[in-house]
């Protein structure tokens, strides 16, 4: 099955709300073996919401709406897609009392606009909204199927839980199933990942095989995401899509950080608490974004125990004990420094592993010989901390990182 998504709101189309339930639901669309094959954004105007609806389902028999569903005179998608299918509204007495229940919990007046919100379509089904006002609404007719989710992203999980996936799922039927793998890589270009996969021939294996390979690039992470959707029946095609997946993994190697949806950071604090290991950071041009990702996941207490943002050469030296003359000779932007600064934070926060930066952010202050951009990472770490040399850590500069470095030659480590 094909679905298409619609979003509505003026908002999303000023930039002043950032869409994200078009994320949510393609990730439970493609779980449930529906593929998203069109996404539209329209402001908060019938002609534009027709426009859309008309489209989407010429191109799919599934169409998803989100926004407009709310009580006031801009929320018009109800009326309006009534209108588009040639369906009356009528007041669904359900709906209506636990609207009234929601005002009358909370001590307030219900205004007489809020009455707009106990309509449904006539044929159709309301899912109840857990979290809100608006409920869901599924339409189906001999063009396909409708669902209008208010535009709440709270609101949208929600019901998505409490009952419009069960529904769509029955739609769907049991004939497919979606099937995704998402490799998550550091220190390599999309670029370079793409040359590595088409040198081994696996980019046209994939596409001999109907699986989509997509690159989903960040800020120095790159991921690989496989998608397949498969017939429950096609034993062979499982098979098929299980081979090549383990044959991804072998072809992008070492560069692979994570098999999932799990950060960076919540990769490297399992692995220091999984080897109960602590880490300290000393930061200069991150001014304090190290350790803010560190501490980003549940629980990286276990393992962090806290950082210098030291600024200024006065500070590397009173709280890092980062030598006068090494700040001297080779300046706060070297290696040497990166190096003084991780022993330093290492010993005054008494951990088993310490990382520091240090660099010239920009715009200004970049030379010939260290231009803007140029930083130094240092890593120290206690011989002790480590039982074998299987647990230390290992160079640095492994193959992604050199690729980088050959990618952008200004970079320097």
């Not at 991921?223 to 098979?239: E, I, K, P």
Request: net charge negative; proline share 4%; hydrophobic share 40%.
């Amino acid at each position: 099955m094909k679905a298409a998504l619609i979003t509505i709101g003026d908002e999303l189309l000023s930039g002043d709300t950032v869409d994200t339930n078009s994320a949510f639901l393609g990730l439970g669309l493609g779980e449930l073996g529906v593929r998203v094959v069109a996404r539209f954004s329209v402001p908060d105007e019938a002609a534009a919401i027709v426009r859309a609806l008309a489209r989407a389902r010429s191109e799919a028999e599934l169409v998803i709406t989100t926004g407009g569903l709310g009580p006031t005179a801009d929320d018009i998608t109800l009326p309006t897609a009534a209108r588009f299918l040639e369906a009356e509204l009528t007041v669904d007495p359900e709906q209506a009392r636990r609207v009234r229940e929601v005002f009358a919990r909370r001590g307030i007046r219900m205004p007489a606009l809020n009455e707009n919100q106990f309509l449904r379509l006539v044929g159709g089904r309301l899912i109840y909204n857990p979290a809100g006002t608006a409920p869901a609404q599924l339409y189906t007719d001999e063009n396909g199927t409708l669902v209008l989710l208010p535009g709440v992203p709270r609101e949208v999980v929600e019901l998505w839980r409490v009952g419009v996936r069960d529904a769509l799922s029955q739609l769907v039927g049991a004939d497919v199933v979606g099937r995704k793998t998402t490799l998550r890589t550091v220190g390599v270009s999309e670029s370079v990942l793409a040359e590595r996969l088409e040198r081994s021939g696996l980019t046209t294996r994939l596409d001999e095989a109907g699986f989509a390979l997509a690159y989903l690039p960040g800020h120095g992470i790159v991921d690989l995401r496989l998608t397949a959707f498969l017939a429950t029946d096609d034993a062979a095609a499982a098979r098929r899509f299980s081979t090549l997946e383990r044959e991804l993994e072998r072809v992008v190697g070492s560069c692979i950080y994570n098999r999932g949806r799990g950060t960076l950071t919540e990769t490297v604090g399992g692995l220091l608490r999984g080897r109960s290991l602590t880490l300290a950071t000393a930061e200069s041009c991150t001014a304090g974004k190290l350790g803010k990702w560190l501490t980003d996941p549940p629980g990286s207490s276990d393992y962090y125990v806290g950082g210098v943002i030291a600024y200024s050469n006065d500070v590397k030296q009173k709280l890092l004990d980062v030598p006068g003359d090494v700040l001297a000779e080779h300046g706060a932007v070297s290696h040497q420094t990166a190096a003084a600064m991780a022993r330093g934070a290492l010993e005054r926060l008494d951990a088993d592993l310490a990382l520091s930066t240090t660099g010239i952010a920009g715009p200004g202050g970049g030379t010939t010989d260290k231009p803007v951009g140029t930083v130094y990472i240092g890593l120290a770490q206690r011989a002790a901390s480590f039982d074998s040399d299987r647990d230390r850590p290992g160079p640095l500069l492994n193959e992604c990182q050199r690729h980088r470095l050959h990618d952008d030659p200004t970079g320097h480590f």
